[in-house]
């Protein structure tokens, strides 16, 4: 399995300083300012195919349709592996596990602040949140990946998680 840090990194960085606007223009921006390639931009699911030398590149972008709370063309998330991905092979999970560390460790360093959320089940993963970017990094047992995530729609899925477990309670 092999990962891909250094380019993760690198887009990271380019979001983070990315000024979003959270709608489909930033798209073709933003994949200059990372060196992606931006494919089927006049498609309902657009998606990237990114730098990173991983054997699944491509990338989609989520974006609100109707019935979503937000108005078309608002750009949800934009998710990218940071590692092959194997299927069907017990013995990666030590690599991802080993790759989703390294990453860690060098996005600290790049973002210089704790993660604002983390978990360990059924995924492990964390994420920072910034003024215009909420960063969230995952390893499952097949991949490690990076989101790039727009904080209103994070909000939004947080508001009706909440909703669910007060759900639940009330059963």
């Known amino acids: 399995m092999h990962a891909d840090i250094d380019r993760a990194i690198r887009a990271v960085r380019a979001a983070r300083d990315f000024a979003w606007s959270w ?19 006049d ?3 657009p998606r990237f195919i990114t730098d990173l030398a ?12 109707p019935p979503s709370p937000f108005p078309p063309g608002q750009l949800n998330r934009i998710g990218f592996n940071v ?15 080993e790759a989703f560390d390294e990453l860690v460790h060098q996005l600290f360093q ?3 602040q704790r993660p604002t959320h983390s978990w ?26 990076v989101s790039l995530i727009n904080p209103a ?19």
Not at 153 to 171: F, H, K
């Open 110 to 112: 790049t973002v210089r």
């Open 153 to 171: 729609y994070l909000r939004w899925n947080e508001e009706i998680a909440e909703i669910a477990r007060q759900e639940e309670e009330d059963d």
């Open 23 to 41: 709608t489909v223009a930033d798209l073709p921006v933003f994949a200059t300012a990372v060196g992606w390639t931006l494919v089927d931009f």
């Open 83 to 97: 590692t092959d991905v194997v299927l069907d092979d017990p013995e990666v999970k030590t690599a991802v596990d």
């Open 54 to 65: 991983v054997n699944r590149p491509d990338t989609p972008v989520s974006i609100a349709v």
């Open 120 to 145: 360990t089940t059924p995924t492990r993963g964390l994420y920072w949140e910034f003024p215009h970017l909420v960063l969230e990094v995952t390893a499952s047992s097949r991949k490690v990946g």
């Open 43 to 45: 498609r309902e699911y």
